[in-house]
Protein backbone atom coordinates (compact mmCIF):
# COMPACT_ATOMS: atom_id res chain seq x y z
CA UNK A 1 0.00 0.00 0.00
CA UNK A 2 1.28 3.84 -0.94
CA UNK A 3 1.87 5.62 2.93
CA UNK A 4 1.30 9.01 2.62
CA UNK A 5 2.24 11.95 5.24
CA UNK A 6 1.22 15.35 5.76
CA UNK A 7 3.59 17.24 7.27
CA UNK A 8 1.04 19.36 9.65
CA UNK A 9 -2.21 17.65 11.33
CA UNK A 10 -3.27 21.13 12.77
CA UNK A 11 -2.57 24.78 11.29
CA UNK A 12 -3.59 28.38 12.46
CA UNK A 13 -2.59 31.01 9.96
CA UNK A 14 -3.99 34.37 9.86
CA UNK A 15 -5.77 36.04 6.32
CA UNK A 16 -3.28 37.08 4.02
CA UNK A 17 0.29 34.41 5.49
CA UNK A 18 0.98 32.34 2.58
CA UNK A 19 0.64 29.21 3.66
CA UNK A 20 2.53 25.63 2.51
CA UNK A 21 0.94 22.02 3.44
CA UNK A 22 3.32 19.68 2.40
CA UNK A 23 3.10 15.94 1.24
CA UNK A 24 4.69 12.93 0.79
CA UNK A 25 4.32 9.27 -0.48
CA UNK A 26 6.66 6.32 0.01
CA UNK A 27 5.93 4.37 -3.17
CA UNK A 28 6.63 5.12 -6.85
CA UNK A 29 3.26 6.23 -7.86
CA UNK A 30 2.67 9.13 -10.28
CA UNK A 31 -0.10 10.56 -9.42
CA UNK A 32 -0.99 12.62 -6.40
CA UNK A 33 -3.99 14.72 -5.73
CA UNK A 34 -5.02 17.66 -3.08
CA UNK A 35 -8.60 17.99 -2.06
CA UNK A 36 -10.53 19.63 0.85
CA UNK A 37 -13.32 18.60 2.96
CA UNK A 38 -16.22 20.77 4.33
CA UNK A 39 -19.38 20.04 6.14
CA UNK A 40 -22.21 19.01 3.93
CA UNK A 41 -19.86 19.46 0.71
CA UNK A 42 -18.09 16.35 0.75
CA UNK A 43 -14.47 16.46 -0.69
CA UNK A 44 -13.43 18.57 -3.46
CA UNK A 45 -10.53 18.14 -5.67
CA UNK A 46 -8.07 21.25 -5.36
CA UNK A 47 -5.48 20.16 -7.63
CA UNK A 48 -3.58 16.77 -9.29
CA UNK A 49 -0.72 15.47 -10.54
CA UNK A 50 0.55 12.83 -12.12
CA UNK A 51 3.90 13.36 -13.19
CA UNK A 52 6.58 15.38 -11.59
CA UNK A 53 6.35 19.15 -12.70
CA UNK A 54 2.79 18.23 -13.97
CA UNK A 55 -0.06 19.53 -12.45
CA UNK A 56 -4.08 20.24 -13.71
CA UNK A 57 -6.70 21.83 -12.29
CA UNK A 58 -9.58 19.78 -10.66
CA UNK A 59 -12.80 21.61 -8.97
CA UNK A 60 -12.05 24.54 -7.02
CA UNK A 61 -8.41 25.82 -7.66
CA UNK A 62 -8.91 29.22 -7.17
CA UNK A 63 -6.82 30.81 -4.64
CA UNK A 64 -4.66 27.57 -4.79
CA UNK A 65 -1.07 26.63 -6.28
CA UNK A 66 0.83 23.56 -6.47
CA UNK A 67 4.48 22.05 -6.61
CA UNK A 68 5.56 19.18 -8.03
CA UNK A 69 8.97 18.93 -7.86
CA UNK A 70 9.96 15.38 -6.74
CA UNK A 71 8.17 12.45 -7.56
CA UNK A 72 7.33 11.44 -3.75
CA UNK A 73 6.38 15.29 -2.79
CA UNK A 74 3.39 17.25 -3.46
CA UNK A 75 3.30 20.22 -1.68
CA UNK A 76 -0.42 22.50 -1.95
CA UNK A 77 0.30 26.64 -1.55
CA UNK A 78 -2.06 29.21 -0.24
CA UNK A 79 -0.87 32.56 -1.63
CA UNK A 80 -3.07 34.70 0.31
CA UNK A 81 -4.66 32.83 2.94
CA UNK A 82 -8.55 33.53 3.67
CA UNK A 83 -11.16 32.97 6.03
CA UNK A 84 -12.89 30.39 3.25
CA UNK A 85 -10.32 28.48 3.40
CA UNK A 86 -10.37 26.93 6.62
CA UNK A 87 -11.03 23.30 5.94
CA UNK A 88 -9.45 19.59 5.96
CA UNK A 89 -6.95 19.55 3.53
CA UNK A 90 -6.28 15.87 2.26
CA UNK A 91 -3.39 14.82 0.01
CA UNK A 92 -3.70 11.24 -1.76
CA UNK A 93 -1.65 9.01 -3.63
CA UNK A 94 -2.95 6.80 -6.22
CA UNK A 95 -2.67 2.79 -6.50
CA UNK A 96 -2.57 0.19 -9.33
CA UNK A 97 -6.33 -0.13 -9.29
CA UNK A 98 -7.22 3.82 -9.10
CA UNK A 99 -7.43 3.42 -5.62
CA UNK A 100 -6.62 6.89 -3.13
CA UNK A 101 -4.42 6.61 -0.38
CA UNK A 102 -5.00 9.41 1.96
CA UNK A 103 -2.68 11.06 4.81
CA UNK A 104 -4.37 12.06 7.60
CA UNK A 105 -5.01 15.39 6.74
CA UNK A 106 -4.33 19.08 7.71
CA UNK A 107 -6.82 20.90 9.87
CA UNK A 108 -6.24 24.57 9.06
CA UNK A 109 -7.96 27.39 10.66
CA UNK A 110 -7.39 30.65 9.55
CA UNK A 111 -8.05 33.90 11.39
CA UNK B 1 -23.19 17.53 -14.36
CA UNK B 2 -21.76 14.57 -12.58
CA UNK B 3 -23.96 13.79 -9.81
CA UNK B 4 -23.06 11.08 -6.77
CA UNK B 5 -26.04 10.60 -4.16
CA UNK B 6 -25.14 8.60 -0.72
CA UNK B 7 -28.16 8.52 1.69
CA UNK B 8 -26.90 11.90 3.32
CA UNK B 9 -28.88 11.28 6.77
CA UNK B 10 -27.31 8.91 9.72
CA UNK B 11 -28.07 5.11 9.46
CA UNK B 12 -28.33 3.67 12.79
CA UNK B 13 -28.76 -0.23 13.21
CA UNK B 14 -28.63 -2.76 15.94
CA UNK B 15 -25.49 -5.06 16.18
CA UNK B 16 -25.27 -7.50 14.43
CA UNK B 17 -27.80 -6.81 11.79
CA UNK B 18 -26.66 -5.84 8.20
CA UNK B 19 -26.08 -2.20 7.35
CA UNK B 20 -26.65 -1.32 3.75
CA UNK B 21 -25.30 1.55 2.05
CA UNK B 22 -26.33 3.08 -1.26
CA UNK B 23 -24.48 5.18 -4.18
CA UNK B 24 -26.37 6.30 -6.88
CA UNK B 25 -25.06 8.75 -9.86
CA UNK B 26 -26.02 10.40 -12.64
CA UNK B 27 -24.09 11.57 -16.04
CA UNK B 28 -21.56 9.21 -15.30
CA UNK B 29 -19.99 6.28 -16.67
CA UNK B 30 -17.62 4.81 -14.18
CA UNK B 31 -14.82 1.70 -14.69
CA UNK B 32 -14.74 1.58 -10.91
CA UNK B 33 -16.78 2.13 -7.86
CA UNK B 34 -15.05 2.56 -4.83
CA UNK B 35 -15.40 2.32 -1.31
CA UNK B 36 -13.77 4.53 1.67
CA UNK B 37 -14.40 4.99 5.69
CA UNK B 38 -13.53 8.10 7.38
CA UNK B 39 -13.67 7.92 10.57
CA UNK B 40 -13.66 11.69 12.48
CA UNK B 41 -10.98 13.67 11.71
CA UNK B 42 -8.88 11.19 9.96
CA UNK B 43 -8.20 10.79 6.27
CA UNK B 44 -10.41 8.32 4.20
CA UNK B 45 -9.16 4.79 4.29
CA UNK B 46 -10.02 2.61 0.90
CA UNK B 47 -11.71 -0.47 1.54
CA UNK B 48 -12.54 -2.45 -1.86
CA UNK B 49 -13.91 -1.71 -5.36
CA UNK B 50 -15.62 -3.17 -8.28
CA UNK B 51 -15.25 -2.68 -11.90
CA UNK B 52 -18.05 -1.98 -13.97
CA UNK B 53 -18.14 -5.76 -15.70
CA UNK B 54 -18.29 -7.15 -12.02
CA UNK B 55 -21.50 -7.91 -10.28
CA UNK B 56 -20.25 -8.09 -6.79
CA UNK B 57 -17.38 -8.45 -4.72
CA UNK B 58 -16.88 -9.92 -1.54
CA UNK B 59 -14.16 -9.30 1.81
CA UNK B 60 -14.58 -10.47 4.67
CA UNK B 61 -17.98 -8.99 6.38
CA UNK B 62 -18.09 -6.43 3.56
CA UNK B 63 -20.23 -6.96 0.12
CA UNK B 64 -20.41 -4.54 -2.70
CA UNK B 65 -22.47 -5.09 -5.84
CA UNK B 66 -22.45 -2.57 -8.75
CA UNK B 67 -25.62 -2.55 -10.97
CA UNK B 68 -24.46 -0.18 -14.28
CA UNK B 69 -28.02 -0.14 -15.43
CA UNK B 70 -29.27 0.99 -12.48
CA UNK B 71 -26.06 3.01 -11.74
CA UNK B 72 -26.10 2.38 -8.19
CA UNK B 73 -24.05 0.75 -5.83
CA UNK B 74 -24.82 -0.85 -2.60
CA UNK B 75 -22.20 -1.52 0.23
CA UNK B 76 -23.17 -4.22 2.89
CA UNK B 77 -21.64 -4.78 6.24
CA UNK B 78 -22.38 -7.68 7.92
CA UNK B 79 -22.13 -8.93 11.00
CA UNK B 80 -22.05 -5.13 12.08
CA UNK B 81 -20.18 -4.11 15.33
CA UNK B 82 -19.90 -1.08 17.07
CA UNK B 83 -16.14 -0.59 15.94
CA UNK B 84 -17.99 -0.20 12.08
CA UNK B 85 -19.78 3.05 13.22
CA UNK B 86 -17.73 5.56 10.74
CA UNK B 87 -18.66 8.02 7.35
CA UNK B 88 -18.42 5.38 4.08
CA UNK B 89 -18.01 7.42 0.91
CA UNK B 90 -18.44 6.33 -2.43
CA UNK B 91 -16.44 7.42 -5.13
CA UNK B 92 -15.91 6.69 -8.93
CA UNK B 93 -13.04 6.75 -11.40
CA UNK B 94 -12.89 6.17 -14.92
CA UNK B 95 -9.40 5.07 -15.38
CA UNK B 96 -6.22 6.44 -16.40
CA UNK B 97 -5.46 9.85 -15.54
CA UNK B 98 -9.05 10.59 -14.58
CA UNK B 99 -9.70 12.21 -11.16
CA UNK B 100 -11.65 10.14 -8.46
CA UNK B 101 -15.13 11.84 -7.58
CA UNK B 102 -16.52 11.72 -4.15
CA UNK B 103 -20.24 11.43 -2.72
CA UNK B 104 -20.50 13.19 0.78
CA UNK B 105 -21.10 10.00 2.39
CA UNK B 106 -23.42 8.21 4.56
CA UNK B 107 -23.10 8.03 8.54
CA UNK B 108 -23.39 4.64 9.91
CA UNK B 109 -23.83 4.38 13.66
CA UNK B 110 -23.86 0.76 15.11
CA UNK B 111 -26.00 0.47 18.42
CA UNK B 112 -24.69 -2.14 20.75
Known amino acids: DVKVTQSSRYLVKRTGEKVFLECVQDMDHENMFWYRQDPGLGLRLIYF???????EKGDIPEGYSVSREKKERFSLILESASTNQTSMYLC??????????FGEGSRLTVL | SQKIEQNSEALNIQEGKTATLTCNYT??????LQWYRQDPGRGPVFLLLIRENEKEKRKERLKVTFDTTLKQSLFHITASQPADSATYLCALYSGGYQKVTFGIGTKLQVIP
Open chain 2, 27 to 32: NYSPAY
Open chain 1, 92 to 101: AGRGGAGELF
Open chain 1, 49 to 55: SYDVKMK
